[in-house]
């Protein structure tokens, strides 16, 4: 069965410091990886996708990395900001048509002043 | 700008009541999604449609309906709430392979539902 596991699943840090949120996932084939923020209230909303043969990718603060062959990611954050406090997703699909990616359950990151 | 909107952001009802939860989006998309989201579970897939009057069960369809008779909407359906129903509630659209980028789901912003 398909899974894609998270940690931590809370992380508390002060604003300024940096932090790296992990995603380990069992969806083979392997399609691409999503990374998605959510904020409290809303939906969540896609920061960044990696698909195989993408190691690293930048969204300003945020840097995600893929290891497709022990099938880890990873999502970094530089100089935390209040506002960085939300939920990440990671969430994986796989290749053959599937409609259906797998969802993580999640790391919820607080950033205190 | 892509947009997914979904008709209440709270609703609060009794055991036993017929609830609807309305699903628009206005981007074309083909794939349309029902989940609900609870603490330490994440989100989890009731029901989805990749085209007009089709559907299939995702992981936890029991107590659960939808109905797809536009393409452009969505509706899911507790036939009988109950309290375990207490949830919150995402719809999400996706365009199908041929269309956007990779399927990135597009996420409305939830639907908060208490079943007293």
């Known amino acids: 069965k398909n899974q894609v596991e998270q940690s931590p699943q809370s992380l508390i840090i002060l604003e300024g410091k940096n932090c790296t949120l992990q995603?380990?996932?069992?969806?083979?084939?392997?399609?691409?990886l999503r990374w998605y923020k959510q904020d409290t209230g809303r939906g969540p909303v896609s920061l960044t996708i990696?698909?195989?043969?993408?190691n690293t990718k930048s969204n300003g603060r945020y840097t995600a990395t893929l290891d497709a062959d022990t099938k880890q990611s990873s999502l970094h954050i530089t100089a935390s900001q209040l506002s960085d406090s939300a939920s990440y997703i990671c969430?994986?699909?796989?290749?053959?048509?599937?409609?259906?990616?797998?969802f993580g359950r999640g790391t919820s990151l607080i950033v205190h002043p | 700008d892509v947009k997914v909107t979904q008709s209440s952001r709270y609703l609060v009802k009794r055991t036993g009541e017929k609830v609807f939860l309305e699903c628009v989006q206005d981007?074309?998309?083909?794939?349309m999604f029902w989940y609900r989201q609870d603490p330490g579970l994440g989100l989890r897939l009731i029901y989805f449609?990749?085209?007009?009057?089709?559907?299939e069960k995702g992981d936890i369809p029991e107590g659960y309906s939808v109905s797809r008779e536009k393409k452009e909407r969505f509706s899911l359906i507790l036939e009988s709430a109950s309290t375990n129903q207490t949830s919150m509630y995402l719809c999400?659209?996706?365009?199908?392979?041929?269309?956007?980028?990779?399927?990135?789901?597009?996420f409305g912003p939830g639907t908060r539902l208490t079943v007293l």
């Open positions: 999400a659209s996706s365009p199908s392979r041929g269309q956007g980028i990779m399927n990135e789901q597009f």
């Open positions: 995603c380990n996932y069992t969806v083979s084939p392997f399609s691409n």
């Open positions: 990696m698909t195989f043969s993408e």
């Open positions: 969430v994986v699909r796989g290749s053959g048509g599937s409609y259906i990616p797998t």
């Open positions: 981007m074309d998309h083909e794939n």
């Open positions: 449609s990749y085209d007009v009057k089709m559907k």
